[in-house]
């Protein structure tokens, strides 16, 4: 079994910064993609950064340059600094992984629960 669980979620004002994190446990051999989803109350769920087990990253055109998505293969957890938040960056934001847990056969994605990031005008 595989758990993900985000932190770093909260309020803040808009042209400030958050960062998060994202970090899987389990019966985990080996982790390829990681990245962030998120979806906002009404809207479609956007996936904004993803980034392979050797660094290869991507970014939706909302977050180019604003958003930097990294990782820590050590610790099987990937992180999202996310700067100059707009309001329109209100959303559940979700981490996802692609696993092959141990004495399995294939890679599959897994997801956290979310954690909320609310920007305030």
């Known amino acids: 079994q595989v758990q993900l669980v985000e932190s770093g979620g909260g309020l803040v004002q808009a042209g400030g910064s958050l960062r998060l994190s994202c970090a899987a446990s389990?019966?985990?051999?080996?982790?390829?993609?990681m990245g962030w989803y998120r979806q906002a109350l009404g809207k479609t769920r956007d996936l904004i950064a993803t980034i392979t087990s050797g660094g290869r990253i991507s970014y939706a055109d909302s977050v180019k340059g604003r958003f930097t998505i990294s990782r820590d293969n050590a610790k099987n957890t990937v992180f999202l600094q996310m700067d100059s938040l707009k309001p329109e960056d209100t959303a559940m934001y979700s981490c996802?992984?692609?696993?092959?847990?141990?004495?399995?056969?294939?890679?599959?994605?897994?997801w956290g629960q979310g954690t909320q990031v609310t920007v305030s005008s």
């Open positions: 389990g019966s985990i051999f080996s982790i390829n993609d």
């Open positions: 996802y992984a692609e696993v092959l847990v141990r004495g399995g056969d294939y890679e599959y994605d897994y």
